[in-house]
T-cell receptor, first 115, second 113 residues
Framework: DTGVSQNPRHKITKRGQNVTFRCDPI?????LYWYRQTLGQGPEFLTY????????KSRLLSDRFSAERPKGSFSTLEIQRTEQGDSAMYLC?????????????FGPGTRLTVL | KQEVTQIPAALSVPEGENLVLNCSFT??????LQWFRQDPGKGLTSLLL?????REQTSGRLNASLDKSSGRSTLYIAASQPGDSATYLC????????????FGTGTKLQVIP
């Protein structure tokens, strides 16, 4: 499989529970991004990794959110004490480091519903 | 503030029509401009990418143009088909420590058979 994969594809949880999502980028891509997309809106940037280093975090990423990329390959996004406002599609993207024509390749997303 | 706007929010056309989707961006210092397609409940599929030094890109029935001076991009779809029904998002990428991508809110296209 040469694309970005995300698991699970759907997650339904009760308010107050913790959830964790996983993203597996394209194998040779050094850069990894997380976005959140709410209904009727475009994706909004959450955070960016270059290899294992988290280099940028949006103000949208509250203290309840944490992302890791421990070995510079797959990444996890954890949301603690979920709230109904966290319901959204969480998208992961990857891109190669360097080059002038590269684009971000997006995964299928994880749809989170908080009841 | 870097903003991307797409008009219209929704568009319905009969099959076979040619159509234009519009995208405007407030900061002309873009690195590139991308058009994506998103099917309901799915991720994003990149359609066309235009570098800041380019004016347009073509792929099959799709043609995207970029005018940095006016802060506008258009996506032209020729001979529309029902399978083109989806939400189309434009995204402006800005240079920086990472490539910050700012998305528009999308145009939901419905092509009626």
């Amino acid at each position: 499989d040469t694309g970005v994969s995300q698991n699970p594809r759907h997650k339904i949880t009760k308010r107050g529970q913790n959830v964790t999502f996983r993203c597996d980028p394209i194998s040779e891509h050094n850069r990894l991004y997380w976005y959140r997309q709410t209904l009727g809106q475009g994706p909004e940037f959450l955070t960016y990794f270059q290899n294992e280093a988290q280099l940028e975090k949006s103000r949208l990423l509250s203290d309840r959110f944490s992302a890791e990329r421990p070995k510079g390959s797959f990444s996890t996004l954890e949301i603690q004490r979920t709230e109904q406002g966290d319901s959204a599609m969480y998208l992961c993207a990857s891109s190669p480091l360097g080059g002038s024509m590269h684009t971000q390749y997006f995964g299928p997303g994880t749809r989170l519903t908080v009841l | 503030k870097q903003e991307v706007t797409q008009i219209p929010a929704a568009l319905s056309v009969p099959e076979g029509e040619n159509l234009v989707l519009n995208c405007s961006f407030t900061d002309s210092a873009i690195y590139n401009l991308q058009w994506f397609r998103q099917d309901p409940g799915k991720g994003l599929t990149s359609l066309l990418l235009i570098q800041s030094s380019q004016r347009e890109q073509t792929s099959g029935r799709l043609n995207a143009s970029l005018d940095k001076s006016s802060g506008r991009s258009t996506l032209y779809i020729a001979a529309s088909q029902p399978g083109d029904s989806a939400t189309y998002l434009c995204a402006a990428t800005y240079s920086g420590g990472y490539q910050k991508v700012t998305f528009g809110t999308g145009t939901k296209l419905q092509v009626i058979p």
